[in-house]
């Protein structure tokens, strides 16, 4: 995904949308993900109505252990699970810039955390 390698090195852009634009999980959010490990410029990310699943909600969280600059993720609708919530909850404890977070529309979430079908 050439956005992602662009974003191992930029050093300037500080706000990327890429809502609603058929990123799945291995074949772009985990190269996302990757890239946010290395950036440091992106303060804004969203990644809403993607799908990213899994694989890419664990490689976006991996990346948010070591990346410092991000200050807002939207990851709304996704299929995101409970386990890929709880692994964007213990990277927290290592990230001290994310200031907002964006978990709504995640079914599998909302049933974990407030039962029901």
């Given at each position: ?17 890429l809502g ?11 190269t996302?993900g990757k890239?946010?490990?290395t950036?440091?410029s ?14 890419g ?29 709880t692994?964007?909850a213990k990277?927290?404890e290592?990230n ?12 599998e979430i ?8």
């Open positions: 995904m050439a956005i992602a390698e662009a974003l191992k090195t930029n050093q300037s852009l500080e706000s990327l949308n609603g634009n058929n990123i799945k999980r291995r074949e772009g959010a985990t996302i890239a946010l490990e950036n440091r992106l303060q804004t990310l969203i990644l809403d109505d993607n799908d990213i699943g899994r694989e909600v664990a490689a976006v969280a991996e990346a948010l252990e070591t990346n410092q600059s991000l200050q807002e993720l939207w990851l709304y609708d996704n299929d995101i699970e409970w386990e890929g919530a692994a964007i990277a927290l290592m001290w810039s994310l200031q907002r977070l964006y978990l709504d529309r995640n079914n909302s049933r974990e955390v407030f039962g029901g079908d």
